[in-house]
């Protein structure tokens, strides 16, 4: 069993920046794939960036590319996400998720275990 914990969202201005962190507890985590997923209300999940369990690959979706980065410190048991130039559309419920398998997804289908979310609010 893992369980993961969100931490970092909050209230930023437009232009600013937040680090989102997920702490993980389990002994699988430097052999899992991880990613992070958003929620705006009233609609789907969905995919924002992905990570190996080496950190050797990553894939960020398109309209976060040069603004958000994932990293991980398998040290540490812990995910990241840094988030620059933030817009209102990136405002959403954040949640972070785990897959004991190698390799980067974009699909949800593809982690089996998620963390509660963190809400990260972006004003204009």
């Known amino acids: 069993q893992v369980q993961l914990r969100e931490s970092g969202g909050g209230l930023v201005q437009a232009g600013g920046s937040l680090r989102l962190s997920c702490a993980a507890a389990?002994?699988?985590?430097?052999?899992?794939?991880m990613g992070w997923f958003r929620q705006a209300p009233g609609k789907e999940r969905d995919f924002v960036a992905a990570?190996?369990?080496?950190?050797?690959?990553?894939l960020h979706e398109d309209s976060v590319k040069g603004r958000i980065t994932i990293s991980r410190d398998n040290a540490k048991n812990t995910m990241y996400l840094q988030m620059n130039s933030l817009k209102p559309e990136d405002t959403a419920v954040y949640y972070c998720?785990?897959?004991?398998?190698?390799?980067?997804?974009?699909?949800?289908?593809?982690?089996?275990?998620w963390g509660q979310g963190t809400q990260v609010t972006v004003s204009s």
């Open positions: 990570i190996s369990g080496s950190g050797s690959s990553t």
């Open positions: 998720a785990l897959d004991p398998s190698w390799g980067v997804i974009a699909t949800p289908a593809g982690y089996r275990y």
């Open positions: 389990g002994r699988t985590f430097s052999r899992s794939r």
